[in-house]
């Protein structure tokens, strides 16, 4: 019975170390998959998609940022067009020469 256990066990340890090779190598396989389609992509000028997903989001700061600076924009020149208003003097009509040569 005992040896009947070891041989069991010895394969159970067979298997396992099996599972462990293969499972390892699985992950070299996936690895260098991966690494090549990513040289694959970077050879044709292609991004990443985190690379795409950076770029948005600074578009999308950039974008907030301008319409920021725009509505600023607005409220100076509305403000420079009130201060150019209050500065405006009481037009009087200009007292002609003539006048003053005939007094």
């Given at each position: 019975?005992?040896?009947?256990?070891?041989?069991l066990?010895?394969?159970?340890?067979?298997?396992?170390?099996?599972?462990s090779?293969?499972?390892?190598?699985?992950?070299?396989?996936?690895?260098?998959?991966?690494?090549?389609?990513?040289?694959?992509?970077?050879?044709?000028?292609w991004?990443?998609?985190?690379?795409?997903?950076a770029t948005?989001?600074?578009?999308?700061?950039?974008?907030?940022?301008?319409e920021?600076?725009?509505?600023?924009?607005?409220?100076?020149?509305?403000?420079?067009?009130?201060l150019?208003?209050?500065?405006?003097?009481?037009?009087?009509?200009?007292?002609?020469?003539?006048?003053?040569?005939?007094?």
């Amino acid at each position: 019975m005992q040896s009947n256990n070891r041989i069991l066990g010895d394969l159970a340890r067979l298997a396992s170390g099996a599972m462990s090779a293969a499972a390892g190598a699985r992950d070299e396989m996936e690895q260098m998959l991966q690494y090549r389609f990513e040289r694959f992509l970077n050879d044709r000028g292609w991004i990443s998609r985190e690379e795409f997903d950076a770029t948005t989001e600074m578009a999308q700061k950039a974008r907030e940022k301008q319409e920021l600076v725009m509505e600023r924009l607005i409220q100076l020149e509305e403000r420079l067009i009130l201060l150019e208003k209050a500065k405006k003097p009481l037009t009087r009509k200009p007292k002609t020469r003539a006048k003053k040569e005939n007094n």
